[in-house]
């Protein structure tokens, strides 16, 4: 690329945009986030199904599946889960299912202060 070429688009000084601030991602539960009580559907792992590809993990906007420690099970994390129900459609091994909030004794729908 020829230097005029470049020099053709540069980006005059008064229209420059600056540097982004790098914001680190959330490495903790944030307290002042929780979403699960907007939740009307749950997902339900059949661990019988779960091949621990970790899509789950991967796609769910809230990190709400992870490994136990002993690294052999998928952990949800209701206080989170808000019920959007993306990791149900990226399960490949069919072992997440969606479930009504009012099936379970503690469901959202339930609770008289929801988290
Ligand atoms: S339903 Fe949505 S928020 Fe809940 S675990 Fe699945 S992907 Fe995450
Ligand atoms: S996406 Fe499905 S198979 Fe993969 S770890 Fe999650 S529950 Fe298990």
Redesign the pocket.
């Known amino acids: 690329m020829s230097k005029n070429y470049c020099e053709k688009f540069r980006i005059p000084k008064h229209l420059e945009v600056p540097m982004g601030a790098v914001i680190p991602a959330p490495v903790k539960e944030q307290p002042a986030m929780k ?1 699960g009580n907007w ?1 009307t ?3 339900v792992i059949d661990h019988e199904k779960c091949t621990l590809c970790l899509n ?1 993990f991967v ?7 992870h490994l136990d420690e002993k690294g052999e099970r998928m952990v ?2 209701p206080i ?9 459609e ?1 399960c490949p091994a069919d072992a ?1 299912r ?1 479930e009504n909030e009012m099936n379970f004794k503690g469901g959202v729908a339930r609770l008289d202060k929801p988290y």
């Open positions: 979403t939740r559907e749950r997902p789950c796609f769910c906007p809230d990190a709400c599946w949800w994390n989170y889960c808000k019920g959007c129900l993306i990791c149900v990226e997440l969606s």
